[in-house]
């Protein structure tokens, strides 16, 4: 090191002045005496002193030391026995702690008193010590140096004479300096002196202050030696003196050693990630300093990174830092508030050399660089230092900005001549001293050479580590990154990058480009749209990279497509169909799409560019887009090699500090994939709180071999008072299969179990406590004989030779003798009457049955036949749980004993009503102090607590429900050696076992169960828990089942065997709460007012009475006078409906009173006398207390102050004035008003209490008595019998009990609660239903002459109508045929405008349901079509608004059948738009038909005369007026309910008797008895089928309320059971031979695999000549079959070729007809075409004119028969729908009918010579425009087929009229025949036939229906004259004129021009001519006879 400059030069003299002053002391005092202590732990001296008990004590002398800790001089007593010793317990120590001198002072029990005083005494400088003690004042003085500190004594002060507490004339004492006697009982209590005292001193008891008379003296030299006399030190070094050694100070120097004897300095490379520490000293607590020298050389080439770093908080902050900060060195001394700032040095990151030296002495700070000084002073109170002893060098881990460092990043660069004080600390480290520490590299080594760091690796040391790269706007389009890596990994995300599409036309597109290390190998995934993964790109390239070496990675992005690079292998993607760009998110080591917690980049990365710059590894971490990222040197290694810590096929993941395991594709959890996440069985589950049926995962073996299956769970069987969970398995033997038969062979079938093998399934059957499988065989002539024809194999091997018992050749018949005709088993007994045997196998070592062996009858022809069922295996319980095994314990005092948990598992099952128990508590040993616990401490919680030595756990599982609330809850402990796993039912938590723990843990001391003994010293914990109150069983542990039974001997206290649950069943009554004690139980009455007795079973509210209401209506009792009733508390419980009501009264014969009421509902208030004054106590309730419950009252008369108790108030207060009784009698006692006056004669009537209940007579109060109940009156402890004295009293019923409770009244009825004897009455007022219990269907059945007349008085609302509203259902015998009235409402005198207004409802059975409403002066309807006339209930809804009238009659299969809501989108409603006319002054309903006086009266009805009178079933008859209004009329119910509510019903003709039209809903429920025992039936009963090939659907599974799961069961479609043939097949020959194989086929459907074995048996054996003569014969046979179908096949050939050739030549000739006779046909030849497809309707029957068709879009009315205009509309749906046209058909004028095949029609063509002229008449013979030649469904229609356009469609449509009108005849049927032709042919004909029809299908507007109206459309077409009454419709009022097909304009010029022709004005009407003489009449429908309707 180069120093220059004079200053420097004057400083270095300055100190070695400095130096050779701190030497002078040393030199003066050689003539004093002094010690030298240098021996560390044995150095001391001592003397005794001579003290009287008056004199002073003072003690003086001088030290200097190095060590901040050590002992100057203690005075003990001695020569005492150690209780005298602790008895007085004395001494008077002074010693230095941490650099500071405290004395101390110690006597008897007193506290201890210390003194401190001085700072940094540790300097190495002479101090002078002085203490003294005043025995008079008692007083103690301590003086160092200067500063002097006084405290008195207690001991002194408290006691006038000090000798009675401690005579010296009797203690012998000695004072120790610089150490204690290693011989004595104080060696250990301090730290030994190492330096020089002089000048040692005491006062003796002459008073003189005198020398010490050493006495003793070990380890000390005279003098105060220097050892640095001869410098030991070479090279300059200077020489310290610590006593005992000498250290040199190489400091600038450039050598070092411990003499800098060696050619230095030591030199270090720090590359960012490194740093040094070094500890000053040992001490736990910081040292105060006033001298501290800091100094390096560093070179580096980076402008930032800390070089010191030393800080304390300690009395005070304080710090010493200095860095490299923008290229100058930052310096900060800190003492207390005090910084001081030292900012030196330009460019100092040139990588070269320099040197910084910083000093701190007392006041001031020198900071050195290069020579340069930067003197600073120290202003503050504070100038010593007070640093941590660790000191950082170099940087840290994870430093952040704090006071003194604005610097965070670590140094990088070089060091060498590092000093602390004297300390080389690289010299150190080289020697490898634990007080510097090299930290950082993990396991590298420092590099001690000076290598300039170019490449920093930056760790990614997680899964979740990650480095976010900022996007530019330049990268959006051309992107590139690089750097070079290195991992362990397979499986990890090394870039992802957004992308997305600007291509906003199609909406949003995003994606994103991955690279990936899969398997090893990069990956480049690029998905362009994430909509359309399916076009992703995964691109591999095959370097292996996870082989922690570096290799480099560059990744662009640039015109849609990227390209990756690694180690110069390269991939690139497809460019993008749309344009893309980078997203926002570019990630390095993770990514935003979801992966798996283990699949985040774990690695190093280095030498990372950004779009071709380098970006600094340092101030990357520092910055935000860091995230969990460390600079540590990449320090991998690969742990997975040779590791097997994954068990259970986990992944091993090598991590940045051992090992973890990938857990999530295994069935297991835990750090090592040990534990089983699945619980062992269904049971186990619901034991676990699992208690819904489903399917489960289940781990027979827990954390054994084998893997989790699926299972069906059944959970809640109960068995003796216990609930279990059945585990239910299926196999895939089919039910009922037939295993005998004629010629069937002897065979094995083999079952295999769904999801289970046959380790399993023994597992299963091993540890439940239960199984069963259920065995079923049918028999007819087909013996069972079980071990002999018929044995099963059960699992384990062993053979099973019975069903249902345990007797081999048995069957469950047996049990009983029951068998039918045998001894054995029912099909034992051979006969062909059908017969079962069947049973329950329950051995559960022999089951499940996995194999059946079945040996068939001697006779191969047997008529016999066998089917054999097996049940699935069901298995419950747990043989480690059984009930039997439980144990109670009675009291927290009782447990059990047994030997230490040591290995495997642990788990025990509990059950308590305690909020706090001790469950099991492993108790620790001298040798062995581990221990552990699980105690519940809380309702929710239990607690599991680990200790081993000074290392613990402390978990708390806390349960969503209480764990103290009497059911079974499990607890367990797994561990491994890494885990601990802790489980209390399904909740559970895994926790690391710490890493100074024996991997195995041993626990040896006795286990503890259910509680501890009361002497034992137990966890402070534990401090307030007791043990157990309650069961416990199933405890396992140690690979091993204990019985919990097995462990009760004479010693065991309060444990007794069995589960005895005294709650279980609930001994408690009136809903009390048992308290569970396991051996006895507790109430705890919910009611202690009504409820007592041990049981709470005794309740006075069972005497309830009814009050009728009356004013005799209550009950009267008289009591004497010693009762004291008027000062005692009253208990009774009212219920009612009133408001106000008197309750109780109660007076004696002094006129004092009592009195308790119901006021407002709400107030009960109780009145009483306080002497002559009349005062009242109220307690108001927030809720209704005339409810009609039933609401408690307690009037408690405590010492007379009232209080009056609702229920179960919270808030009641008592009345402040105390209750006072009259003592004399008065006739006028009170001046207030009374409510009840009892009768007071002038003279004192006898002695007595008088008590109503109730009421009081009326001469007493005008107060009503209670109509309700009152129950459960009780006064003082006196009862009254209520119910007796009702018996007395007719107006009191000796009942009340519910009438409404169990809901009585229906459909929508109101009950109200008459009580009594559960009496009630029903409000049927908003139901549809009449009759007491509104179970009468509002109805009626007219019988055809009977009529229902119901009159109300409209409401001023209702006076004129608009939106009317009817409702009904309606039920007509089927086989109706004339048109019968339903309803008719109207006015029944003239209103207003003199007319009377109705409407009128009627049925036509052939076409529907209509509805017109007469105005007076206009005439409108609506109709619904259909055939209603079935036998079937259908419902009519009518609703009019205003303009629109709408109708719906739904059958009962309409989904909204019975909902009185309509909907104008419902489908196939009539409705129509009508003008707002009003219907005036509607006051009468008929239901059934019209009187004849009514026919007179009223205009317009004379039309309906000739219908009948309804006769059939109506109910539900509502009508609303207005429709707004509440306001409803309903007949029907009025009558059957036999009142008049709205109005008044009157019945003409015969009794109208009630019906129902909900019978037909009726649906009738089959019970299937299942027969108790085995009898002979000639049914054969089976198991339900399974088909095993459906996967068991969803079944889900909620575990309890908190414990959720969704499994389902995984598909499974096994063969049927495995069939394995023995023997030879069965031969009709009897022959016996040599046993033989042959194989025979079997359906392939009844077998998986078929195996063909040898078995030797007794079955008959057949010749092999015999059977070769069987098969050729059969072969034969086969052969001339064959021979035969093919011949058959040939001649058919022939046959069909003949007909085809014979077709071909008709049809030649039929074409060849036509185009002589049809000239406008041949001028398009291909209209050939329309005759090629006629005959596809052969059979179908054309007719001319229109039948009418049922669309979707429009409803079909039939017209009334009235002269008036009428508005009937077939109205679409809605606006946008068309109308659809009918099919036209072909009429026969000659036959006046249809044609009636298809040979008609084509004559009927062909004669009528069909021409261009002669289209138009068709169309005037068709309906309305549609063209003549229309075949029903066939392709040359002029419209498009509707799919709804059916038969059915049809015969529910109501059809008009036949047409008036005559067509010329033709002649008789013809022969022609017509071949079909291809359909796409048909649109050439269509063209030709129909004009108007596109080649779409669509029509010209030409070619549409006519107007819908009556009314004549056009200028021709004036109404009718001879309807006076009438209104016409315009086309723009027409429902139709929406419509976008239809106009006024659209019907035919033939028809529009005609006057002479009528359109009915609604679709499918027929066009007919009218005859003048037809013209001259009243209009009128015409029947087929012409006659009118």
Not at 1489 to 1516: A, P, W
Request: net charge negative; hydrophobic share 30%; aromatic share 10%.
């Amino acid at each position: 090191m180069e120093f220059q400059g004079p200053k420097f030069l004057h400083s270095l003299k300055l100190a070695v002045l400095l130096v050779i002053l701190q030497t002078f002391p040393t030199t003066l005092s050689q003539e004093v005496t002094s010690w030298t202590f240098n021996i560390p732990g044995i150095s001391f001296l001592s003397f005794t002193p001579l003290y009287t008990n008056t004199q002073n004590q003072r003690i003086s002398l001088s030290f200097r030391t190095r060590n901040p800790n050590s002992l100057i001089f203690c005075h003990y007593l001695k020569d005492l026995d150690i209780k005298e010793l602790q008895r007085l317990n004395y001494r008077l120590c002074a010693e230095l702690q941490y650099g500071l001198f405290f004395l101390s002072y110690k006597l008897l029990d007193y506290d201890e008193v210390r003194l401190s005083v001085g700072k940094a005494l540790n300097n190495d400088q002479w101090h002078s010590l002085n203490v003294l003690l005043n025995s008079d004042t008692g007083d103690l003085t301590l003086t160092v140096d200067k500063e002097t500190k006084v405290i008195s004594l207690k001991p002194y002060t408290q006691y006038d004479d000090f000798s009675q507490l401690l005579d010296w004339s009797q203690y012998k004492s000695a004072i120790y300096f610089g150490g204690t006697d290693p011989n004595t009982l104080f060696s250990d209590s301090y730290p030994h002196f190492i330096g020089c005292l002089r000048d040692i001193k005491y006062t003796n008891k002459d008073e003189k202050h005198v020398s010490v008379p050493i006495e003793t003296l070990e380890g000390v030299q005279e003098g105060c030696i220097d050892k640095c006399t001869n410098n030991p030190c070479h090279h300059g070094g200077q020489c310290i003196n610590t006593y005992s050694e000498t250290i040199c100070d190489c400091f600038s120097t450039d050598y070092q050693g411990p003499y800098c004897s060696e050619l230095g300095p030591s030199t270090v490379t720090l590359r960012g990630y490194e740093w040094l520490t070094y500890n000053l000293h040992w001490y736990d607590q910081n040292i105060l300093s006033e001298k501290m020298r800091l100094s390096l050389e560093f070179k580096t080439s980076r402008g930032s990174g800390v070089l010191f770093y030393a800080a304390g908080g300690t009395p005070y902050h304080s710090h010493v830092t200095s860095s490299v900060h923008a290229g100058t060195v930052q310096v900060s001394v800190g003492l207390g508030d005090e910084d001081i700032q030292v900012e030196a040095g330009i460019g100092i990151n040139d990588y070269r050399w320099h040197n910084l030296t910083i000093v701190h002495n007392m006041r001031k700070v020198y900071v050195y660089l290069d020579g340069q000084e930067h003197v600073r002073d120290i202003l503050g109170p504070f100038y010593h230092l007070a640093l941590h002893p660790k000191i950082f060098i170099g940087g840290g881990d994870d430093f952040v900005v704090t006071r003194g460092l604005q610097v965070t990043q670590n140094f990088v660069g070089c060091l060498k001549n590092v000093y602390i004080n004297e300390v080389s600390v690289l010299h150190q480290m080289v020697e490898n001293n634990p007080a510097v520490v090299y930290q950082g590299g993990g396991s590298m080594q420092p590099e001690y050479t000076c290598t300039e760091v170019v490449n920093i690796p930056i760790s990614f040391p997680t899964s979740a580590s990650k480095l976010r790269i900022t996007k530019t706007e330049e990268m959006s389009t051309n992107f590139e990154i690089e750097f070079d890596f290195k991992s362990v990994r397979k499986e990890a995300v090394l870039v992802y990058m957004d992308m997305e599409d600007k291509d906003y036309t199609t909406g949003y597109h995003f994606g994103f480009i991955e690279v990936w290390l899969h398997q090893g190998q990069p990956n480049l995934r690029f998905v362009g749209s994430m909509t359309s993964e399916d076009r992703s790109q995964n691109l591999s390239l095959p370097n292996i990279v996870n082989d922690n070496k570096w290799h480099s990675l560059q990744l662009s992005f640039k015109d849609g497509a990227a390209k990756l690079k690694v180690d110069g292998n390269s991939v690139t993607s497809r460019n993008f169909r749309r344009p893309l760009e980078i997203g926002a998110n570019i990630i390095v080591g993770y990514g935003y799409n979801k992966y798996k917690d283990s699949e985040g980049f774990v690695g190093c990365i280095r030498t990372l560019k950004v779009q071709g710059q380098g970006q600094d590894a340092l101030d990357l971490i520092q910055t935000r887009a860091a995230s969990g990222l460390i600079i540590d040197g990449c320090n991998i290694t690969d742990y997975c090699k040779g590791n097997r810590m994954c068990k259970h096929g986990g992944i091993c993941l090598s991590e940045w500090k051992g090992v973890a395991c990938d857990c999530t594709e295994t069935f297991y959890t835990g750090r090592a994939c040990h534990f089983a996440k699945y619980k062992g069985s269904c049971d186990e589950y619901f034991q676990s709180g699992v208690n819904e049926s489903g399917v489960m995962l289940i781990d027979l073996d827990g954390s054994g071999s084998m893997d989790p299956v699926y299972a069906e769970c059944i959970m809640g069987f109960e068995k003796n008072y216990d609930f279990f969970g059945k585990t239910v398995v299926e196999h895939n033997f089919q039910p009922n299969t037939t295993v005998r038969g004629k010629m069937m062979r002897d065979m094995k079938k083999y079952i295999e179990y769904r999801e289970m093998k046959r380790e399993h399934l023994m597992r299963l059957v091993t540890e439940s406590a239960w199984c069963e499988q259920h065995i079923r065989y049918d028999c007819q002539y087909s013996p069972l004989r079980l071990g002999i024809d018929t044995w099963f194999t059960a699992a384990n091997g062993e053979m099973v030779e019975y069903l249902g018992t345990n007797n081999p050749g048995h069957c469950s018949c047996s049990l009983t003798n029951n068998c039918a005709g045998a001894d054995r088993c029912n099909c034992d007994n051979k006969t062909m009457i059908v017969q079962f045997d069947e049973g329950t196998n329950t051995v559960r070592r022999q089951l499940p049955i996995i194999e059946m062996t079945i040996k068939q009858d001697d006779d191969p022809l047997t008529p016999g036949t066998g089917n054999m069922t097996l049940g699935p295996l069901i298995c419950w319980g747990n043989t480690n749980q059984l009930p039997s095994k439980a144990v109670t314990f009675a009291s927290g005092t009782g447990y059990l004993l047994s030997q230490a948990w040591r290995s495997g598992d642990i788990r025990v099952s509990f059950r308590t009503h305690h909020d706090t128990a001790i469950i099991l508590y492993q108790a620790g040993t001298e040798d062995n102090i581990n221990y552990f616990f699980v105690a519940v401490t809380s309702e929710y919680t239990v607690k599991f607590y680990f200790r081993w030595g000074l290392k613990m756990l402390d978990i708390d599982i806390t349960s969503q429900e209480p764990v103290s609330n009497g059911e079974w809850h499990q607890v367990s402990i797994d561990t491994d050696q890494y885990n601990v796993r802790c489980m209390l039912d399904m909740n559970e938590k895994i926790l690391d076992i710490p890493e100074d723990v024996p991997k195995v843990t041993l626990f040896s001391g006795i286990l503890y169960i259910g509680g501890v003994p009361e002497s034992f010293e137990r966890d402070e914990i534990l401090a307030d828990v007791q043990g157990i109150v309650g069961c416990m069983r199933g405890l396992y542990y140690n690979y091993k089942a204990y019985a919990l039974t097995d462990l009760i001997d004479s010693t065991t206290v309060d444990v007794s065997e069995e589960c005895m649950a005294s709650c279980w069943p609930n001994p408690c009554k009136n809903g009390a709460k048992c308290v569970e004690k396991w051996s006895s139980y507790q109430c705890i009455c919910v009611n202690d007012w009504a409820h007592s007795g041990p049981n709470c079973d005794k309740d006075i509210n069972m005497d309830a009475v009814t009050f009728l209401g009356r004013p005799e209506s209550y009950l009267y009792f008289t009591q004497a006078i010693y009762s004291q009733l008027l000062d005692s508390t009253i208990i009774f419980s009212f219920r009612t409906f009133m408001k106000n009501c008197l309750l109780l009264y109660i007076h004696d014969h002094l006129n004092n009173f009592l009195q308790v009421e119901l006021s407002e509902g709400k107030k009960v208030i109780a009145k009483f006398n306080r002497y002559s004054a009349v005062l009242s106590q109220t307690r108001t309730m927030t809720e209704n207390l005339d409810d009609g419950e039933w609401n408690q009252i307690v009037i408690d008369n405590a010492d007379g102050y009232i209080k009056v108790i609702v229920d179960e108030d919270n808030e009641p207060s008592r009345n402040s004035y105390k209750k006072l009784s009259l003592q004399t009698y008065q006739q006028n006692p009170f001046s207030e008003e009374e409510m009840v006056k009892p009768d007071r004669p002038a003279e004192q009537p006898p002695e007595g209490i008088h008590v109503y209940v109730g009421g009081v007579p009326g001469d007493m109060s005008t107060y009503p008595t209670i109509n309700g109940c009152i129950r459960g009156l009780k006064i003082g402890e006196t009862m009254f019998e209520l119910q007796e004295a009702a018996l007395k009293n007719i107006t009191v019923s000796p009942l009340c009990e519910d009438g409404c409770e169990t809901a009585p009244c229906h459909h929508g009825g109101i009950c109200e609660e008459r009580w009594q004897n559960k009496q009630f009455e029903c409000d049927c007022t908003f139901s549809e239903y009449a009759g007491p219990t509104c179970n009468t269907e509002a109805s009626g059945y007219f019988q055809g002459d009977s009529i229902l007349q119901y009159k109300y008085d409209p409401p001023k609302a209702a006076i004129e109508t608009r939106t009317e509203r009817l409702e009904l259902i309606f039920q007509v015998p089927e086989g109706t045929t004339e048109k019968m009235l339903l309803v008719f409402i109207f006015s029944e005198s003239r209103n207003r405008y003199l007319t009377h207004d109705f409407i009128v409802v009627y049925l036509d059975p052939k076409n529907g349901v209509y509805l017109s409403t007469n105005h007076g002066y206009s005439i409108h309807g609506v109709g619904k079509p259909g055939k209603f006339a079935n036998g079937r209930p259908h419902q009519l809804l009518f609703k009019r608004n205003k303009s629109e009238m709408i109708l719906t009659v739904r059958e009962e299969s309409h989904p909204k059948y019975r909902n009185n809501t309509v909907s104008v989108d419902e489908e196939s409603i009539g409705r129509v738009t009508v003008p707002d006319n009003a219907l005036d002054e509607l006051d009468t309903i008929m239901i059934g038909g019209i009187l004849d006086v009514q026919f007179n009266e009223i205009k317009d009805t004379n039309d309906y005369r000739n219908y009948r009178n309804f006769s059939g079933c109506m109910s539900e008859v509502t009508f609303y007026p207005v429709s707004d209004l509440p306001f409803s009329l309903r007949p029907l119910k009025d009558l059957r309910d036999n009142k008049n509510s709205t109005g008044i019903a009157t019945v003409f003709g015969p009794e109208v008797v009630g019906c129902s039209t909900r019978d037909q809903m009726a649906s009738t429920t089959t019970t299937t008895q299942v027969p108790t025992k085995p009898i002979i039936d000639s049914k054969k009963l089976t198991m339900p089928p399974w088909d095993p090939a459906l996967a068991a659907k969803a079944t889900l599974i909620s575990l309890h309320k908190h414990y959720k799961f969704q499994l389902t069961m995984p598909p499974w479609d096994p063969a049927p059971a495995e069939t394995q043939f023995i023997g030879p097949a069965p031969t009709l020959p009897q022959n016996k031979t040599t046993p033989l194989v042959t194989k025979q086929t079997t359906p392939s459907t009844s077998k998986a695999m078929e195996k063909e074995i040898v078995f030797e048996s007794r079955e008959k054996k057949y010749q092999d000549e015999i059977i070769a003569i069987a098969l050729s014969v059969i072969a034969f046979l086969l052969i001339v079959a064959i021979l035969i179908a093919i011949i058959l096949v040939r001649m058919r050939n022939r046959e069909k070729k003949k007909e085809l050739e014979q077709k071909k030549k008709e049809e030649i000739e039929m074409k060849e007809h036509f185009e002589e006779k049809d000239d406008h046909v041949i001028e398009n030849h291909q209209n050939q075409n329309y005759l090629a497809r006629l005959d596809e309707f052969s059979m179908v029957s054309a007719t001319l004119g229109s039948k009418p068709v049922k669309t979707d879009g429009m409803s079909t009315f039939k017209p009334p028969p009235s002269d008036s205009s009428y508005t009937y509309t077939s109205v679409p749906q809605s606006e946008d729908e068309g109308l659809t046209y009918p099919d036209q058909r072909f009429y026969n004028r000659k036959k006046n009918r249809p044609a009636s095949s298809i040979s008609e029609v084509l004559e009927l063509m062909e004669r009528n010579k069909v021409s261009k002229d002669d289209i138009e008449d068709f169309e005037n013979l068709g309906n309305g425009p549609t063209h003549p030649i229309t075949l029903e469904k066939s392709p040359i229609t002029c419209h498009e087929d509707d799919e709804d356009n059916d038969a059915d469609n049809e015969s529910e449509s109501p059809s008009p009229p036949p047409p008036l009108h005559h067509i010329s005849e033709y002649n008789g049927d013809s022969g022609y025949e017509a071949e079909s032709k291809p359909d796409e042919e048909q649109e050439t004909l269509l063209k030709d036939i129909c004009p108007g029809t596109e080649s779409d299908g669509s029509y010209h507007s030409e070619d549409v229906a006519p107007s819908v109206s009556k009314s004549y459309k056009g200028d021709n077409s004036p109404p009718s004259p001879f309807s006076k009454n009438s209104t016409y419709m315009s086309d723009t009022n027409s429902p139709l004129s929406h419509s976008d097909n239809v106009s006024s304009g659209n019907t035919s010029p033939s028809i529009k021009n005609d006057p002479n022709i009528v359109n009915y004005g609604f679709p499918n009407s027929p066009v007919i001519e009218i005859g003048p003489e037809v013209i001259q009449q009243k209009p009128s429908i015409l029947t087929n006879g012409g006659d009118n309707t």
